[in-house]
């Protein structure tokens, strides 16, 4: 249906849990019986427990799809914590326990490092090879990569270390012939034969076993570490498909990175190891403090950069990062880039993905180079950000979303088609970039090196030099291939396989970078003595670096997409070792952050969460209308007054009749004065639960949220107390209080909802959806577009 | 008086500012008319308002010594931030205003980092200086110092750069002998002398113009930004006066660096110039976070690190730190690092303080030895902090404290003699440890370099080679200035001169690591056959670095002093440049905060903000304990009720006669349902005000904070409407709410105070040196040593 297509990406696809869209919706919405039997079957086997001694299985749990109460989590582990440091005084196994609960976040921390370095070796080896495949086979061993397979080789020379006859291309392969127009059709066909297989592949084991596994993951992250749960999005098929469709992705040629996918994949590494520790598994605090870190281990993972990841978890997918989160995510990413480094995926002993090292300072006059990436950056990001969620729209709302593995095919076609004509193209997007980032040496052979040599007396092997036809050749193709990465990314990201933005987007401001900084290597070879270039780039010195232009002009666009400004100068920093380049890098990411901005202020990841209706409350954006909370709140004007219960007087019948998912106690409709707060998924489990367990409730039983058990009539069936599953602490704020007050005690308290009072009476409730709602009204977005609780 | 010394550290000596200590004390205690009036005069002549209309000058100020409510100034921006973005639609001039005022917080960022940067020079330069006048005076000129003197002599050799006719020693100034027992002598003599006349002008400065000027300042800075007031803490006579004392402090020879007291500069200079914009002029909220910001960009300039920077501030000293403020610190920090360089006060266009590189990778085998290193950093910081605050506490409450400045010059005189004549010591703090830092090269005369030259048939001349006898007798000095550095600086961090800890810790933990670094060195030399070293300890091989030791146990003694953990890594790597390192320093680090944090959570500067009695809420610290607000808050079971205002019915008389320092309003006093808060400040001035400007308001006057004006009988005077003035959303918890919830209510809106509400009746107020009490009750400790709200 149309409703639940808009209800989630992912399962807009297959649907497999779209009876859920029209079933959870929030306080204000009906909950659904079989949903919360579902919650409770988790607990297994229900034990024979007092209800008023011992919490239910099930009370205090979540449905899918729903937000948490960041609050009552915190709580329950202090309890918790509590608990086991009292109890540690009495016996040395409780001390010993208590010491092992206390170092349990750095074991996982350590596993979550470990798993997350394995797979992503794995995933690092597994593609370079299958992207490898897609031109040829190693005789000496189909296992070989070509690199590997040509190294093994005594044959070649350096020069020549990129063909040697153990490594056989497809053509050569199959009709023996290397050289000739045949051969080179034949290439080009099983190129897009092992694109089309490969994509195929990802498409159809995604759609058949976890429709998770599909996009960048990052925005869902984001969502679920703000407190929602998307229940199986971290589990153990999604791990397994990811990383499986992963490498099928990348290897299919698709401009697609590998990068936000491995934060997923960490994340699921972590979400599953949480279950060894009861601390992690029975939190949904505690385990979102281990995902932060765990995203991290991601970043530290994709570009060998465990600072930058540190802070990218705090700056861009992070909600709730207290001081204990970033010492242990940076001990997890330095774990995982540990062992990442052992396995060593790339055979250069080098943690990074872009080892670079420039020999030449930069000059202040670049800046203005520089300044013109970031504002290209910025321009394309916020066009790439436009256009992308203009065709997801398209996606969801035409019959195109109908047909995912065809959508898939017909890209991948139309990749590799393009693609491989063009050398660029061709190439994978992390060979692009280090490519296009590497500084010419007078040895180097590649195209973009492809300089007159010019006898300048100084025997300085980097100096400036003209272009030869060689250079020209490479900017045209660049320049097309520019043209065609741009197009191609929009319609690749959002497609049903696995798919970060990282790789594309650097790869067009690599590309961008490269041209203007080859153009002003020329400008200043021809025209050094201009007023420009005069007093620092004489004849026959090296001034202009272009690799460090496309390292810039990377950032620049990464910046522009994602809106990532300090992490990302950080990464880019760790990947190139040299802290010379701050400055240029900082000064790209902030131009194209504020020329982004200026276009719209969300980043790629914040538009993503907003098509898809997740209930997520921006940290960063300011409140900035002058509503107060008596504007915000249900009821509205008009409506039938809030529906409360009372703290006694009330029958079981009539509170299972009731339909709201929450209600306030108060001590008696006249007064309308606060008791608390509680859960209807709580009544009715503990309702449920009495009428099994104990004598005498029948629905005419009064239920009694007070402390002392009230006078009743002698003939009346026994009352059911049901003060312990009430909240006695629930927020509350004043029909006065500013709506920017409000909210920013709901992000920074991580609150669910939150009651309105007016001079010491109950008047109404607001929920987060009731503030989403309300903003997506004030900035004159549908407020229906926010789906979820 | 006692009561006074204990009052504050720094007014403690002058007992300038004693009269606050008794006069302020909060919401529960007396407040005090004097200091409302000095409050008014800060906003100029008193314009002729309309009471209703418009805020009165100083209604909504602070006194001096007491805590901001960080909600009602986020609240104000917000309102000021509306209003402007309003306005910009009228007209263009207010459309730049609006832009202008957007672009205000980058422009001041700039600022603060080029004056912060610039100073740094300033202070690098006259330091280095000062600190080579003990020793002697350049003839060429005396504003040279010995490097830049010997620099411009062409007669010296690479190998004697130290030595250079031009640099004369005091000896052969005055008697013109160089040699000899009577020159050592009278160098000797002038190095006291030299001590004492920078350490006594340090202190008197510091004594007679800013008392403030004195210590680290970075607890201070960490209140201030947690939300105290401490007027002229950050004022322009605390800059002048540090900053030239730092000077002074430093070169007089005293065990103490100038890092931390670069932070407060670093604030100073925000602080300053924050008055040239209203908008953080007028708002405390917004100051703190450029002075946040301003924190990093002390360490940028002080380390040369500045992302470090920004991670030192994230971690050690801010409290709120929105990611905007992230990406402003790291702008400011960038600026700071970039002007410092322009300045090149090294003269090697370095920027970081200890620039080193090494030339062998490290063995896992080492980890032992690293972290062995964080267990002795551990254990020292613990020690010395437990040993320094039991000094301080000493000198608060004996006559100890009474001859400050002979206390520094006994100091600096014990220093300087015991300090002279052992190379090690004599030489400053950072040369100390960059020489501990620096490996040992063929060419290096320097005595820790002292091998025995061995021919081993590798041509390595880094190879581990056998200790000779300058080496013996350097490893004896070490091992003396060791113990020395550590007994001294105990005493000296805390006297009244500016002195920061950075240094002198990680001088102690480099000649540690040093130690042992050789001691490895020398093992694995003897013994490259036995089992730990086999395989990749071979003959002839360079396999240890004493100076990454060194380094190593820099960050541990560093890490157990402070606690820092991932700034001090990063600080680390980027003096080093060496992303290989990371694993090392981030073991040791972590080793040494376990450690430490075994014998005491609190890291040196939680200790004094303690021993100073500043409200401080520690963020990194959870609450414990299972009390509920009902037993935290005031009035306590047996007190008289809490006196409240009624919203009417009450007179001026009434209103004036009350003596707490804030009141909530309630409907009614049978009923107490709250209305809203209202402090006695803005009380008295708005009553003063309306006096003065309104007819008819007499004692007799009736109070009114309902929105309708009550009917009165006509001869009452005419009532004083003040709703205005009144909070209308004050926080509220119930009376079930657990502490732990509470705490962390006030440690994220940053809070002042919260009422607390049973069923909907006002029953009792926390604040936040109610919670600080009663953690302190929690913990053992006196209660009464909170002294501020």
């Known amino acids: 249906s149309a409703q639940c297509d808009r209800c989630l990406n992912v399962t807009s696809l297959l649907c497999l849990k779209c009876t859920f869209c029209s079933l959870l919706s929030g306080v204000y919405e009906e909950s659904n019986g079989t949903s919360r039997t579902a919650g409770m079957n988790g607990n297994g086997p229900s034990r024979l427990v007092d209800p008023l001694e011992d919490p239910l299985p099930g009370v205090g749990t979540y449905e899918d799809f729903n937000t948490i109460d960041w609050v009552r989590e915190k709580s329950k582990d202090r309890d918790r914590h509590r608990e086991i440091t009292n109890k540690s005084r009495q016996s040395t196994v409780a001390l010993l326990h208590s010491i092992s609960d206390a170092f349990s976040g750095w074991l996982l921390m350590l596993l979550v490092g470990l798993m997350s370095g394995a797979l992503a070796g794995g995933i690092d080896i597994s593609a370079h090879w299958m992207t490898d495949v897609k031109g040829g086979l190693c005789l000496r061993g189909f296992w070989f990569n070509h690199e590997h397979c040509c190294w093994l080789s005594n044959e070649t020379t350096f ?90 992705a990348v290897s299919s040629g698709l401009s697609l990175g590998k990068e936000g996918p491995l934060v997923h994949v960490a994340c699921c590494c972590a979400n599953i190891l949480c279950h060894l520790f009861t601390k992690y598994r029975k939190n949904e605090a505690k385990r979102r403090e281990v995902l932060s870190a765990a995203a991290a281990v991601g970043v530290s993972v994709a570009f060998g950069a465990p600072i930058g990841g540190v802070l990218f978890s705090l700056e861009e997918v992070s909600y709730y990062f207290p001081l204990k989160t970033l010492w242990r995510s940076f001990f997890a990413a330095l774990v995982a880039a540990f062992t990442l480094r052992s396995i060593n995926p790339f055979g250069n002993s080098r943690l990074v993905l872009f080892y670079v090292e420039f020999h030449t300072p930069w000059h202040l006059v670049e800046l203005a180079p520089f300044i013109l990436l970031g504002i290209f950056g910025g321009l394309w990001g916020a066009l790439f950000i436009k256009a992308n969620i203009a065709w997801c729209r398209l996606r969801k709302t035409t019959c195109l979303g109908h047909y995912p593995v065809i959508e898939v095919l017909v890209v991948a076609a139309l990749t590799a088609l393009l693609a491989y004509p063009n050398s660029y193209t061709r190439m994978s997007g992390s060979e692009l970039i280090s490519e296009l980032f590497n500084d010419c040496s007078l040895l180097d052979s590649s195209q973009l090196c492809g300089y007159k040599q010019v006898n300048t007396g100084v025997d300085n092997s980097l100096a400036d030099r003209p272009a030869g036809p060689g250079l020209y050749t490479a900017l045209w193709q660049l320049a097309l291939a520019l043209v065609f990465k741009m197009m191609i990314t929009v319609i690749t990201f959002g497609m049903k396989v696995p798919s970060g933005l990282f790789i594309p987007s650097m790869a ?259 929920t987060k959806k009731d503030i989403l709602k309300h903003m997506a009204q004030m900035a004159n977005r549908d407020p229906d577009s926010i789906l979820f609780n």
Chains 1, 2 share one sequence.
């Not at 023996?176 to 092992?194: C, H, V």
């Not at 961008?512 to 201009?530: F, K, P, T």
């Not at 969460?609 to 509503?627: A, D, T, V």
Request: charge should be neutral.
């Open 159 to 248: 020069q020549e270390r990129d063909r040697c006859p153990q490594w056989q291309s497809w053509a050569e392969l199959i009709t023996g012939k290397s050289e000739g127009p045949f051969a080179y059709i034949m290439n080009y066909l099983m190129y897009i034969f092992w694109a089309l297989m490969f994509s195929f592949l990802a498409v159809i084991l995604v759609r058949a076993f976890a429709p998770y596994a599909c996009g960048s993951g990052i925005p869902e992250i984001k969502t679920i570490l703000s407190g929602f749960i998307i229940r199986g999005y971290l589990g153990k098929w999604t791990l397994i498909i990811k990383t499986i469709t992963l490498v099928l």
């Open 508 to 766: 067009v401001g690599a590309i961008a970078g490269r041209l203007l900084g080859v153009g002003m290597e020329q400008l200043a070879y021809y025209n050094h003595d201009s007023v420009i270039f005069k007093g620092w780039c004489s004849q026959g010195a090296d001034c202009i670096t272009p690799g460090l232009y496309a390292m810039v002009g990377a950032a620049a666009c990464l910046g522009g997409v994602t809106r990532m400004t300090v992490s990302l100068v950080v990464i880019m920093f760790e990947l190139t070792g040299g802290l010379e380049y701050i400055v240029p890098l900082m000064a790209a990411t902030m131009t194209s952050k504020w020329v982004a901005d200026a276009f719209g202020r969300e980043g790629i990841y914040e538009a993503h969460i907003r098509l898809n209706g997740y209930p997520f409350l921006e940290p960063k954006e300011e409140f900035e209308h002058s509503s107060l909370a008596v504007d915000v709140m249900r009821p509205r004007r008009m409506d039938p007054a809030l529906a409360v219960l009372t703290q006694e007087g009330m029958t079981v019948g009539e509170v299972e009749s009731t339909h709201f998912s929450g209600f306030p106690v108060v001590v008696s409709s006249e007064s309308q004065r606060l008791v608390g707060f509680v859960l209807r998924r709580d009544l009715l489990i503990s309702i449920d639960n009495a009428r099994k367990r104990q004598d005498g409730i029948v629905s005419a039983s009064q239920v009694v949220f007070t402390e002392h058990t009230p006078l009743l009539p002698p003939d009346a069936p026994p009352p059911l107390r049901l003060r312990c599953i009430m909240d006695l602490s629930p927020f509350t704020v004043t029909d006065h209080t500013p709506m920017d007050i409000t909210v920013d005690i709901f992000r920074k308290l991580g609150l669910r909802q939150c009651l309105v009072t007016h001079n010491g009476r109950l008047l109404g409730i607001i």
